[in-house]
């Protein structure tokens, strides 16, 4: 399956991936956690996008469509990718399609997670991130069995410094004057797939899984 996650930050983007690579045994990309990564290790990518991912701005077209084509190329990704955060531009998505292009690979589908905005925001304040793994969990939703601790490696959960109320509300409305136009970008090619996000993670799972065959 070759399949792009679309949604506003909170929609259940990560959440969903997690489980579609489970199911499909592929692999997840999620351009956030690179850049996250880069940005932990101090890599010259790591300072280059260190300024942007702390503001909640879109870090720029070529860098991240450089780092996708590197990871993409991969040879986990021949049969199949759940792309999780990429792409976010029409220039991205128009890189993205030049380079399946001459890859010879085909899209799937592109699902768009739909979430309300004040829902989105109560689920990215309460988003809490294993600071070792990487696990997402919510305070109220979806509660560690230990405050604070991870279920699955036992480390200290955090809170990413753009999950902060302020650069939510930014990072909202980037995603509606940026991403929102590649709705009707892959309208017209026939691949969007439109699911309601406000249901239990299992659902949407469900719902997923049914629009896509
Ligand atoms: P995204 O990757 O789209 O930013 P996440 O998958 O990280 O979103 O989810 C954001 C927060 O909302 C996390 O804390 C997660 O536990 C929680 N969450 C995800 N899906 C749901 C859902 N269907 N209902 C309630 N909370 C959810
Ligand atoms: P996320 O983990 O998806 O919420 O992404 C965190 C941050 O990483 C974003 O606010 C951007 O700064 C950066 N980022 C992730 N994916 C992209 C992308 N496709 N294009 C530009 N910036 C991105």
Not at 173 to 188: H, M
Request: hydrophobic share 35%.
């Amino acid at each position: 399956m070759k399949i792009i996650l679309i949604g506003p930050p909170g929609a259940g983007k990560g959440t969903q991936a997690e489980k579609l690579a489970t199911h499909w045994k592929t692999p997840r990309i999620t351009t956030g956690d690179l850049f996250r990564q880069a940005v932990q290790n101090k890599t010259p990518m790591g300072l280059q996008v260190q300024g942007f991912l702390e503001k909640g701005a879109l870090v720029p077209d070529d860098v991240v469509l450089g780092l996708m084509q590197e990871r993409m190329s991969g040879p986990d990704c021949k049969s199949g990718f759940i792309l999780d955060g990429f792409p976010r531009t029409v220039g991205q998505a128009i890189g993205l399609e030049t380079w399946l292009k001459k890859t010879e690979m085909v899209l799937d589908a592109v699902v768009v997670i739909d979430v309300p905005e004040e829902e989105a925001v109560r689920r990215i304040t309460g988003r809490r991130q294993c600071g070792a793994c990487g696990s997402t969990y919510h305070l109220q939703f979806q509660p560690p069995r230990q405050d604070g601790i991870c279920d699955k490696c036992k480390s200290l959960l955090v809170q990413r410094k753009d999950d902060e109320e302020k650069t939510v509300r930014h990072r909202l409305k980037v995603y509606a004057g940026e991403t929102l136009p590649l709705i009707d970008f892959y309208k017209q090619r026939h691949l969007l797939r439109q699911v309601d996000g406000v249901q239990k993670p299992a659902e949407v799972f469900q719902t997923i899984c049914s629009l896509i065959k």
